[in-house]
């Protein structure tokens, strides 16, 4: 797809399909202000998000496939576009306890446990309880035990596009039984448009004095550590490829970017901002606003090129940016982190809202 003012749509015929007894589809949503961005309710994926640049031509900026049958089969990369649970991130060697009880999670990010396990949240069909011209209500119950974790838990999630050309994620989960919830986004954006280069002439900006190390196996140490004289201080705009393959371990134990950063927040629960994602050539800015106290910028340091997009053009290293709004990784097997741990009771809520423009 090369830069047009015209807005192209995948047919919903696509992503006509059923799994375990539920429906799939491709549902399309406008801010009337200029963004339309198509989803499925397979995972809660963002399948395509056009978006104007500065002269108002338009390109889709998120990597995803164009059938449910490529999705379905995982045809390159798993985690395109969808909603991330019940724990986003890494959980260490797919464990943890809650009141002398030991969980065992299944392990599939060498010893841990990532985004939700072998089936999180990402590959089941959420039902779709109302649907209108700029917003999509989702909702799901995971039962107790599912990918090893305890009690049954109902979500609600809602889609929206807003008039201020923002893309407004709600979440919402209610639990019989305590556990750990850590929902998050997963979309990979490219402000040049899907497959259209990388991301290294970006300018970010992360909202962040401190981020917390890990090991060699991306488990967070239980620092959290000043981003001052460090590769990770991006308090001003900094060019990502300028530093991302600087001698420095915690880069190499990432292959490049792939951390969380612990947000400057004011407010305790409020929505505030995040990070700052700028692409000269296009004029397009993503901001990321959040409630959470965490956001990890991934890089893409491992995708080469081996699967393509959905205009038919490879995937290749740093291709696309993901900035997910969570809480921190390993929370469950650190107490001194932010608590992920939900009762019966209670209500986990979260926001983060996408917002574009142009300068």
């Known amino acids: 797809m090369n830069a047009n003012n015209k807005i192209e749509l995948l047919k919903a015929e696509a992503f006509d399909a059923s799994l375990d007894g539920k429906k799939i589809a491709l549902y399309t949503l406008e801010s009337g202000n200029g963004i339309t961005m198509q989803v499925t309710n397979f995972g809660g994926r963002v399948v395509t998000l056009w978006v104007p640049d500065k002269a108002g031509n338009y390109?889709?900026?998120v990597v995803g496939y164009e059938n449910i049958d490529r999705y379905l089969n995982n045809t390159g990369e798993r985690f395109l576009g969808c909603v991330v649970g019940r724990y986003a991130n890494r959980i260490a060697n797919g464990k943890f306890t809650i009141d002398n009880v030991e969980y065992t999670l299944p392990v599939n990010n060498a010893t841990n446990s990532l985004h939700g396990g072998l089936k999180g949240l990402d590959s089941v069909?959420?039902?779709?309880?109302?649907?209108?011209?700029?917003?999509?209500?989702f909702s799901y119950t995971s039962p107790d035990g599912e990918e090893g974790y305890p009690g049954t838990v109902k979500y609600k999630m809602v889609y929206t596009l807003t008039p201020d050309n923002e893309f407004k994620i709600a979440y919402e989960a209610e639990t019989d039984k305590a556990t750990h919830v850590n929902l998050s986004h997963h979309s990979y954006f490219n402000l040049k448009g899907e497959g259209n280069g990388d991301i290294l002439d970006y300018m970010l900006t992360i909202n962040a004095d401190k981020y917390t190390p890990y090991n060699e196996v991306n488990i967070p140490t239980g620092e959290i550590a000043s981003v001052k004289d460090t590769p990770f201080d991006f308090l001003t705009s900094y060019r990502i490829g300028e530093r991302i393959d600087?001698?420095?371990?915690q880069l190499k134990f990432g292959a490049g970017y792939d951390h969380n950063w612990v947000i400057n927040k004011e407010m305790k629960d409020g929505v505030e901002f995040a990070a700052s994602v700028y692409e000269p050539s296009s004029g397009r800015v993503m901001e990321v606003w959040t409630d959470q106290p965490g956001i990890q910028f991934y890089a893409s340091n491992w995708f080469d090129g081996s699967f393509n997009g959905k205009y038919g053009k490879p995937i290749n290293r740093r291709a696309a940016i993901a900035l997910e709004t969570q809480k921190y990784p390993d929370t469950p097997n650190k107490p001194e982190f932010p608590s992920t741990r939900l009762n019966p009771g209670e209500v986990y809520k979260q926001t983060c809202i996408y917002k574009f423009l142009t300068k």
């Open 246 to 249: 600087n001698d420095n371990e």
């Open 125 to 137: 069909v959420w039902d779709v309880d109302k649907v209108s011209g700029n917003e999509i209500h």
């Open 59 to 61: 390109e889709d900026i």
